[in-house]
Nanobody, 111 residues
């Protein structure tokens, strides 16, 4: 019933930008806390960014100042704007509203 669909991943060079999108079905993204996680091969899934129903935001130290989480209520979509990308940002990025997860979108950053 709840579905989260990510898009926007791809292959970019270091220093470039990407914007990830998460289109939600079955929930109202503006009424809940939404999260972006990422997971690199062999590593645990880590929280990247969170936005609360009150629009407070939280970021991992590794992305603070480079990534921005936002919402578009009419589109029921959550975004992750990623600027100044680094090779260490390479991972599968997941949209999350507990306990539901999207399928993930691959982000690869080359040197």
């Amino acid at each position: 019933q709840v579905q989260l669909v990510e898009s926007g991943g791809g292959l970019v060079q270091a220093g470039e930008s990407l914007r990830l999108s998460c289109v939600a079905r079955g929930i109202i993204v503006s009424a809940v806390a939404m999260n972006w996680y990422r997971q690199a091969p062999g590593k645990e899934r880590d929280l990247v960014a969170r936005i609360t129903s009150g629009s407070a935001t939280t970021y991992a130290d590794s992305v603070k100042g480079r990534f921005t989480i936002s919402r578009d209520a009419p589109k029921n979509t959550v975004y992750l704007q990623m600027n100044s990308l680094k090779p260490e940002d390479t991972a599968v990025y997941y949209c999350n509203f507990n306990p539901w997860w999207g399928q993930g979108t691959q982000v690869t950053v080359s040197s």
